[in-house]
């Protein structure tokens, strides 16, 4: 009965490369979640997605970030052409329906050096 | 944009003793929600409130969703060492998508044995 599970835990990339980070949902559920969280922040929504379709992406930086959630295997978001600022702890997080609280997984922390 | 404030932002309390802590929006939420971060982990949901007054108990820990829905309060009884980490309030803000979450600023808790 694993929860939401993040990989890596951590990564390190130089500025200019691109950083991929991966979620696979609780068995089941079929809603994913991104948020980002800056060092002593609350986390921020990023993008809300179902199997093959992203439902609300309003909080997605414009340029570089993007996100999907395949019909198989894990959500996927993509963060292209790394800069400082995008160093951060990326949750993500999955609930059975749209209106369930939700579980988060542990994370992935992007140190871009 | 929209805001949680929570109060204090860090407190230092002995074990044993009991903590309160709260959280304030310049809107009105629908639904609160009370986490709990340890240091390298995701969020953990403690308590979720649903209506305007309701009082929700889960072992030592109480929440109450304020009558004015813009307010919420946690308290922590009898506080041991295991309590430290960082509380957050959340929250789909009225008027928004029951999935996209608001997060408060944090309430980082120490608790000296």
């Known amino acids: 009965n694993a929860g939401v599970m993040q990989n890596p835990r951590h990564l390190v990339r130089r500025r200019g490369q691109e950083a991929r980070l991966r979620c696979s949902p609780m068995?089941?559920?079929?809603?994913v979640y991104w948020y980002r969280q800056l060092p002593e922040e609350g986390l921020k929504f990023m993008v809300y997605l179902q199997k093959e379709n992203i439902i609300d992406e309003s909080g997605m930086p414009k340029e570089r970030f993007s996100a999907e959630f395949p019909k198989e295997g894990p959500s996927i978001l993509r963060i292209q052409q790394v800069v400082r600022g995008d160093s951060a702890a990326y949750f993500c997080?999955?609930?059975?329906?749209?209106?369930?609280?939700?579980?988060f997984g542990s994370g992935t922390r992007l140190t871009v050096v | 944009g929209q805001q949680l404030n929570q109060s204090p932002q860090s407190m230092f309390i002995q074990e044993g003793e009991d903590v309160s802590m709260n959280c304030t929006s310049s809107?009105?939420?629908?639904?609160w929600l009370w986490y709990k971060q340890d240091p390298g982990e995701g969020p953990v949901l403690l308590i979720a409130?649903?209506?305007?007054?309701e009082l929700t108990s889960n072992g030592r820990l109480t929440a109450q969703f304020g009558i004015t829905r813009k307010d919420s309060f946690l308290n922590i009884s009898a506080s041991i060492p295991s309590d430290v980490g960082i509380y957050f309030c959340a929250g789909p803000p009225g008027g928004s998508g029951t999935y996209k979450y608001i997060f408060g600023t944090g309430t980082r808790l120490k608790v000296l044995a």
């Open positions: 809107s009105i939420f629908n639904t």
């Open positions: 997080a999955s609930s059975p329906t749209g209106s369930d609280g939700y579980t």
């Open positions: 409130l649903y209506k305007a007054g």
């Open positions: 068995k089941g559920h079929s809603h």
